[in-house]
């Protein structure tokens, strides 16, 4: 059985070689054994994310170390150093010795005994703190790519930069969405820990059907998550759904749809939420999307919503116009959610960012006229670029006016980075 070091080894090289993200490569690697330990699962999922991290430290720690650079090496010993220099920098519970001889050991057995010799005097030297290489692997600037850190420069006060980066490189909260058609957040709380021993819960900090839990393991695999009283869903994308549902609480039979449904996360929510009567629209560019959407529903115990596949930068066949409210949570740079999904930092730049918000703003203006007059949009994003966010707004269509914006920042709000912005068609005003 492979050990913990081996699984984020083989993580990081899926991440490295194939583009995969971390999380669908460890659970790749889980489900071929399944019987791994608990605590190896942990170990492994701490470095790998670990690693994604604070990838550009490490970096730079290492070739601090490294007499000719990390340039020329082969990406398997990069990433086998990379585990080894985040235990030392990051993992005090971890002995240095015994990290230092694990990826000796897995050196030597990608490239031979010359490159493990390498590796034993590089990691050594780190460990030492030669060339300042402890204080370089704990740089929390580093950590990010350059653009990134100006972007949280731009947008944020001088003394919050430093926090907001700390908090990106810290495990996520993992939050629950309770279907109150089927039951109360007392409720699926008490199971929870009358059903798991050590699991704490306590309640949302934003939204009242919100459930904050420790200790539980993977959720998705709990009786009660079959059985459809929860959903797994960060407390930042509930926010987006209480703010939809809170524009058009004075109507009854609400016409709604969730233009970018994806997987369909916030259409259940939506369904969940809005008053018995209301008809839910999904849309989006996957149709294999959109048929596990319909299984999700259905675990919920939620009338199917009418799914529509359509790809919204071309055009909008198939969505017929009068919707009281369009959730438009439109496909983004993901800056906000760096947190929980690490690899996002390396994996985007600048350019994208804008060519994002060029899509942002096509979307836009194709869904506005779906609108009833008078009708409700909300525009979010996972991201905390102002292009993003309030510069999309700026090209909003003229018949939509904006009632209100907000940007969740996970070091003030303890959830993903959002930009939510509420629009109220104006064309009876």
Request: hydrophobic fraction near 45%; include cysteine.
């Amino acid at each position: 059985m492979p050990s913990a070091r081996d699984i984020a080894l083989w993580a990081l090289g899926r991440v490295e070689r194939d583009g995969a993200f971390a999380s669908a490569a460890l659970a790749s690697a889980f489900s071929r054994d399944p019987s791994l330990d608990p605590r190896d699962r942990g170990l492994a999922t701490e470095l790998t994310m670990g690693v994604l991290r604070w990838r550009g430290a490490l970096d730079a720690a290492i070739a601090a170390c490294a007499p000719r650079g990390i340039r020329r090496l082969d990406s398997s010993v990069l990433s086998a150093l990379r585990i080894a220099a985040y235990q030392i920098a990051h993992l005090d519970r971890v002995p240095p010795a015994a990290a230092i001889s694990a990826a000796v050991d897995q050196v030597r057995a990608a490239r031979g005994d010359r490159m493990a010799g390498f590796a034993s005097g590089v990691l050594r030297a780190l460990e030492r703190g030669e060339h300042g290489a402890l204080a370089l692997a704990r740089d929390l600037g580093l950590s990010h790519p350059a653009w990134l850190v100006d972007v949280l420069g731009r947008r944020l006060p001088a003394d919050e930069v430093d926090l907001a980066l700390a908090v990106n490189n810290s495990p996520p909260p993992t939050c629950l969405r309770v279907n109150v058609r089927r039951a109360t957040p007392d409720a699926v709380a008490e199971l929870l820990t009358e059903k798991a021993p050590g699991v704490s819960v306590s309640h949302g900090r934003h939204v009242s059907t919100c459930l904050r839990v420790e200790g539980l393991g993977d959720p998705a695999a709990n009786e009660a998550h079959r059985l459809g009283w929860y959903s797994v869903q960060d407390e930042g994308a509930q926010i987006v759904v209480a703010l939809c549902v809170e524009s058009v609480c004075h109507k009854k039979g609400v016409r709604a749809l969730d233009a970018c449904a994806g997987r369909g996360g916030k259409t259940a929510a939506l369904a969940e939420a809005l008053e018995p009567g209301s008809a839910i629209e999904a849309a989006d560019r996957s149709p294999q999307k959109l048929e596990r959407l319909a299984a999700d529903f259905a675990r919920l115990g939620l009338p199917p919503a009418r799914a529509i596949a359509v790809d919204l930068e071309v055009g909008t066949a198939g969505l017929v116009p009068g919707y009281d409210l369009i959730l438009l949570d439109a496909p983004c740079s993901g800056t906000g959610v760096v947190r929980r999904r690490p690899d996002i930092r390396w994996r985007r730049s600048r350019a994208d960012v804008l060519r994002m918000a060029d899509v942002q703003a096509v979307l836009l203006q194709k869904v506005a006229p779906l609108l009833e007059p008078g009708g409700v949009l909300v525009y979010s994003v996972c991201s905390i670029t102002e292009e993003e966010g309030p510069g999309v707004v700026r090209r909003a269509p003229a018949s939509l006016r904006l009632v209100s914006e907000r940007t969740l920042w996970p070091h003030r709000d303890d959830t993903d980075g959002f930009f939510i912005a509420t629009l109220e068609d104006s064309r009876l005003h």
